[in-house]
C-alpha cells in the first residue's frame, strides 16, 4: 500500500513538472512568435530601422554572476542602489562600495571575453571581495546600441528592497547617504505616497577630489569653484529644476515641478514605471523615465541635506557618435517625437503639456 501511494506521488511529481515545461515552452514560443511579429513590422528602408531594431533585441544575461547574499532590513525602509556600466567604467566600483554601504544592484554590458576579466578583477579586489550585498548581473552584448534602458531595467527588477536610489556608475553619493536615505523614506511617507526624491547632482573636473563630508564643506567647494552644479556648462535645463539657488539654504525637504528636459537622480518606491527600451545609447534616456513618473503623478521632493558628485572621465562612445552623426541626431528628435505622442495616447489630455513644453523649450 505505501509503495504504490509513493508511486502515486512520483507519478503526480512527474506529471506536475511536465506540465511546468510545457507551459515555460509555450511561452517561449509565443514570445519569439510575437518577437518576430514585431520585428517584421519594422520597415528595412526607414533610416532609422536599426534604432527601432535595439528596442527588440533579445540579450542574454547571467543574473548574479557573482555570489549575492542580502536580507533587507526589516523596518521596510531598504534602499538599494541601481546603477549599469560597462568595462571602461570599472575602475568606478570600489570607489562607490565605500561611498554606499547598502545594497547595490548592477547590469554590466560586457562580451564573453570582458566577462572572464571583470571576474578577475573582482577576484583581486578586497573591497569587491568584502561586499555580499552587490548583485552583478551580466547582459552579454548584442547590437550595435549600448541598451541603457535595458540595463536599468535589469538591475531594478533584481532589488529585494522596496525603494531603489536610480543613479548612474559615474557618480559617487555623499557619505552616510545610504542611512540618510532610510529616514528621508520614513519622513516622507514613501510607502504611502507616490514621491520621487531628488538627491541633488554636482561635479568637479578635477580627477583627483578631497570629497566634501558635509553639505557645509560641498557648498564652501561651489564658491570656490571647485565644484559645479550638474551640467552648469553644457545642459543646465537637465538639473535647473531642482532649484540649486533655494537647496543652499534649505534645510527641510521641498516640492519642485516637472519642467522640459528635467533628469534629476531620484529614490523611488520599486514598483515605478520602467525605463523606455527605445532609448538606447546617448541621449532622452533618463528624461523620458523622469516624464512618465511625472505623468503617473509622481511629487518631485529635494532633499536638503543629500548630495552626489560626478566624477570626470572620458566621453563615452555613445556620445562621441551622437556629436559626430547627423543621422543619429535626427533619429533621436524622432524617437522623443514618438515617445511623447504614445504619451498623449497613454495619458490623455494631461501629457498634452509635454509636446507644448518640447515646443517651447
Known sequence: MLLAIEQYFKISHYFHLARVLATFYELQHNSSCQLQKQLSELDEDDLCYE???ERFTVHRTHLYFLHYEYEPASDNTDVTLVAQLSMDRLQMLEAICKHWEGPISLALYLSDAEAQQFL???QGSEVLMSRHNVGYH????EGQFYPVNLLRNVAMKHISTPYMFLSDIDFLPMYGLYEYLRKSVIQLDLANTKKALIVPA???LRYRLSFPKSKAELLSMLDMGTLFTFRYHVWTKGHAPTNFAK??????????EWEADFEPYVVVRKDCPEYDRRFVGFGWNKVAHIMELDAQEYEFTVLPNAYMIHMPHAPSFDITKFRSNKQYRICLKTLKEEFQQDMSRHYGF?????LTAENNS
Open 202 to 204: 554636482f561635479e568637479t
Open 120 to 122: 578577475r578583477y573582482a
Open 350 to 354: 494631461a501629457a498634452l503639456k509635454y
Open 247 to 256: 537647496w543652499r539654504t534649505a534645510t527641510t525637504p521641498y516640492r519642485v
Open 51 to 53: 534604432f527601432r531594431r
Open 138 to 141: 551580466i547582459v552579454y552584448k
